[in-house]
């Protein structure tokens, strides 16, 4: 039985192209029950089947991104209806924790927005008993920038607009900024609220990140997983985010795409054009950009290119990953990462993931990386 725990506060919510009818949405349930049982869409179940369970089955704890946490509900309900002996316990405690969490050696692996940096890097090596940490993009979905305004479900955004509504200088709906791309909508003379996690996270660095490159003076802060100026209104975790901007009138935040429900969203200005967000427009980003430099043969953690004009890019892509040990001191542990995070990255995890969450699957390129460093995961003794 999967016992996924949530911090944040608020119920997850639908994705507009993914819709939480069956799998998700008993995960759900069972993030805010803390170990319900959740149903199984009979086909990612089936699919599971193939996976390579461990003998006498055991349990697996992880921490971290509460991005990842709907994906997370569809993996272990698949996996668990596979490997009935084995339980997978993740407490979607936001990505800064989950890294915490596991340098600390109180869980087996992390979920993170963020791939590790080079002092986390170091700290998590000593607690793999010197050997290698990784970082694995196994979940990519779009960062939406979603708003909540009575009778508008979609605006076109450029990218130094949302600098400038997050930087809090513009402050009104009707701005001339907002209207010239967005002619044939009738703005309210409405004050903007932005809202931003106040949680550490990576769904922060990430967004960050993207306005520090894209937005140019508009955004004058560096890439930080923590918000960098005094919120107008914050809220922890994806879903408390979501809960913000349902509450009131001119909220506008940004979000893991999978927890969107029916606010309104923003196509980002890319180039000459606007792109809204999907995993196909996702994906392209991700394509496009390369790993980071400095990675070794087993880590890929990737430098996306926010700056791109490929037209059917979107450019706030949130890459998680799963950070884990190449060795690890308890042979059952090795045995249950390797298990589980193969499926994970395995061609029926990534369509479990995307099914349910509207997530981009990872392209086989990508998934040959990652099971050739899986394969490698091992126990020191």
């Not at 290698?132 to 607009?161: H, Q, R, T």
């Not at 960050?208 to 894209?214: D, G």
């Amino acid at each position: 039985m999967t016992k996924v725990h949530r911090k944040d506060t608020g119920a997850v919510k639908l994705s507009k192209y993914g819709q939480f009818a069956g799998l998700a949405l008993a995960g759900s349930l069972a993030l805010s029950a803390c170990g319900s049982d959740q149903a199984v869409d009979p086909k990612h179940a089936a699919d599971a089947r193939n996976v390579d369970c461990v003998d006498g089955g055991g349990t697996l704890s992880g921490a971290g991104s509460s991005a990842q946490e709907n994906a997370v509900a569809a993996w272990t309900a698949a996996y668990e209806g596979a490997c009935g002996d084995t339980t997978i316990n993740y407490d979607a405690v936001g990505s800064g924790a989950g890294r915490s969490q596991f340098i600390d050696g109180a869980v087996t692996f992390a979920g993170s927005d963020a791939a590790l940096d080079k002092k986390e890097t170091e700290q998590a090596t000593e607690r793999c008993k010197g050997s290698e940490v990784v970082n694995l993009p196994a979940y990519i979905s779009p960062i939406a920038v979603a708003f909540n305004l009575d009778g508008i479900d979609s605006l076109n955004l450029k990218p130094e607009v949302i600098g400038d509504i997050f930087n809090q200088k513009i402050t009104k709906w009707n701005d001339e900024k907002i209207a010239a791309d967005n002619p044939d909508v009738e703005l309210p003379d409405t004050k903007i609220v932005p809202v931003n996690r106040s949680d550490e996270s990576g769904t922060t660095e990430n967004f960050t990140a993207y306005l520090a490159e894209a937005a140019g003076d508009a955004w004058p802060h560096e890439a930080d997983g923590n918000w960098p100026i005094k919120p107008a209104e914050a809220a922890q975790g994806s879903s408390g985010v979501v809960s913000a901007i349902q509450g009131g009138q001119g909220t506008i935040g940004y979000v893991d795409a999978s927890h969107v429900g029916g606010l309104g969203t923003a196509s980002v200005g890319v180039g000459d054009g606007f792109v809204a967000y999907s995993p196909e427009a996702a994906a392209a980003i991700v394509d496009a950009s390369p790993e980071r430099e400095g990675n070794t043969e087993n880590d890929h953690a990737i430098e996306l290119d926010y700056l791109t004009k490929e037209s059917s890019a979107y450019p706030i892509v949130l890459v998680s990953y799963e950070i884990a040990c190449m060795e690890y001191e308890d042979k059952k542990n090795a045995e249950l990462v390797k298990s589980f995070l193969s499926y994970v990255v395995s061609e029926a995890g990534q369509q479990a993931s995307s099914d349910e969450t509207g997530s981009a699957p990872i392209s086989s390129e990508t998934r040959d990386k990652l099971q050739a460093t899986i394969d490698k995961i091992g126990a020191s003794a």
